[in-house]
């Protein structure tokens, strides 16, 4: 079954550092997303991005943040100059389309930690 | 009132035991909705979707009331692979795909 991939899987940065966090999604997918969940809560959303657009994003997804999609195949999420409160899991998520009932697949995700 | 909540648990069951996972969305206009299951640490994974006229997959039935903006999940006998934090997720308004989670309710197995 095919399936979305992260890496990596675990990454260590020093505060104020620029961290780009990689996924390949589904390959007939249209619709890419990245989600969060820190330590203990629950999933959060950061943004979804369809025909190389951001079609939605969350107050959480400011200025440091950005996504591409540079070769068609890997979809990244930048975190400019990170903070503590960056500290968690990202998930990548991709799906056909976003119409009703159409599921989300998620990537294993990435543990990001900050220090 | 939260987006979507859920009861958080734990919910501790013998094997073989029914157990039913109640989730209320705030948002009357949503209009996906889904069982997702997440290991410890792990990624989310589709459990189910869940369809107005309520369905069924093996041991795991879901059921949807819009008027109350209600979703359900019933777990028969219960395996000790089960043991998982059980999300409900909801699509927000905006047709973007963007998915609302609820904190997720514990179920733990016990043999």
């Known amino acids: 079954e095919p399936e979305v991939t992260q890496t990596p899987s675990h990454q260590v940065t020093q505060m104020g550092q620029e961290v780009i966090l990689r996924c390949v999604p589904i390959?007939?997918?249209?619709?890419f997303y990245w989600y969060r969940q820190i330590l203990g809560q629950k999933v959060e959303f950061l943004v979804s991005?369809?025909?190389?657009?951001?079609?939605?994003k969350s107050e959480i997804f400011d200025d440091q943040f950005s996504v591409e999609r540079p070769d068609g195949s890997n979809f990244t999420l930048k975190i400019r100059s990170t903070k503590l409160e960056d500290s968690a899991m990202y998930f990548c998520?991709?799906?056909?389309?976003?119409?009703?009932?159409?599921?989300?697949?998620f990537g294993d995700g990435t543990r990001l930690s900050i220090l | 009132r939260k987006e979507v909540e859920q009861d958080p648990g734990p919910f501790n069951v013998p094997e073989g035991a029914t157990v039913a996972f109640n989730c209320t969305y705030s948002n009357s206009a949503s209009q996906s909705f889904f069982w997702y299951r997440q290991d410890c640490r792990k990624e989310p994974k589709l459990l189910m979707s869940?369809?107005?006229s309520g369905n069924e997959d093996g041991r795991f039935t879901a059921q949807l009331n819009r008027a109350s903006q209600y979703i359900s999940l019933l777990i028969r006998d219960s395996k000790l692979s089960d043991s998982a934090t059980y999300l409900c997720v909801v699509s927000s308004s905006s047709n973007t795909g963007k998915l609302i989670f609820g904190q997720g309710t514990t179920l733990q197995v016990k043999p």
């Open positions: 869940v369809y107005s």
């Open positions: 390959s007939n997918h249209l619709y």
């Open positions: 998520a991709s799906s056909r389309d976003s119409s009703f009932n159409q599921p989300q697949h």
């Open positions: 991005f369809y025909n190389n657009e951001i079609s939605e």
